[in-house]
């Protein structure tokens, strides 16, 4: 994929989950994802993106899988804020049933 495009989708993106369409951003961010299944970037935003759509299962494995690809040393608070929220939306999900 050529960089102006990535660069694009990923500002489309964040502009969606600003305005709080998640659905839209994620459509965007798996489209990513297919072609550069290792950029951090997209797994962290979609990460996020399932968080605000309500799918913790989602934002918890694209979390885990920015962990495996992280190098040593990277700052991982912000995914693993966001691991934990979709942690805890899966939990009050699991105590309502």
């Known amino acids: ?8 989708l990923l500002s489309q993106a ?3 989950m600003e305005y709080l369409q998640p659905r839209k951003s994620i459509a965007l961010l798996e489209a990513v994802r297919r072609l550069e299944p290792a950029n951090l ?7 996020y993106a399932y968080l605000q759509a ?3 299962e989602d934002s ?8 495996q690809y992280a ?3 990277m700052d991982t608070r912000a995914i693993k804020w966001i691991k934990g929220r979709a942690l805890l939306k899966k939990r ?3 105590a309502v049933k």
């Not at 994929?1 to 694009?8: A, D, E, T, Y």
């Open 92 to 94: 009050k999900k699991a």
């Open 1 to 8: 994929m050529n960089k102006p495009l990535k660069q694009w």
């Open 41 to 47: 970037d997209v797994h962290r935003m979609l990460s």
């Open 60 to 67: 918890i494995r694209s979390a885990d899988t920015f962990l």
């Open 54 to 56: 309500d799918r913790p």
């Open 14 to 16: 964040s502009y969606y």
């Open 71 to 73: 190098k040593p040393g």
